[in-house]
């Protein structure tokens, strides 16, 4: 089932409006690798094909809602838990956070506990069909009580570590943890002293 109501501030749109901007990267799928790094005990990498055909899967209903105020209602999302990636590693304890780093360069910091909380996902589908380019394709993190740019696109990377450090739009000042239905949209408030970010979209 999907979350009843919407968060605080946020509409209902027909479909993801599409930021980019890094650009779309190029997808080399016989040398794409998914790598788990840092603080584990194992570092691993899977190859799109494992991701898709041989690890364990959960499918369920969200909205995505990113911070710029619109929301997707209804979205059917498929992938793996990201918990099921951090046990196979055996993660340490003094990691306390998690650096999702994607093909284009982009990093989203997220808190480890939300990163493995029960419905954080690496996505390798949405709504029944693999994962389109403009939205992240090979596959994407997806925790759906975050706004959307922690669930970075065109994931490459999940990083266990035991510090904080911004990734691209918390640079701009948004906020650390990004929780969607306490409006954690920037830091130390809503949009003080927020640097301009460069954003290019295009609807889809």
Known sequence: MSESGLP?????VRGFIVYAALGLPEVDLQRYRLRITGLVERELEY???KLMNNLPKINYRSDFHCVTKWSVKDVVWEGVPIKWFAEQAGVKADASWVNFRCLDGYVAPVPLEDALSERAIVALKING?????ENGFPCRAFIPHLYGWKSAKHLSEIEFTDRYGDGFWEVYGYH???NVWLEERFKGGFGRHVR???VVERKV
Do not use: D, F, H, N
Not at 129 to 133: A, S
């Open 8 to 12: 605080p501030g946020q509409r209902y």
């Open 47 to 49: 190859t799109y094909e």
């Open 129 to 133: 069909g693999p994962i389109k380019l």
């Open 176 to 178: 650390e943890r990004g």
């Open 196 to 198: 301009r970010s460069p």
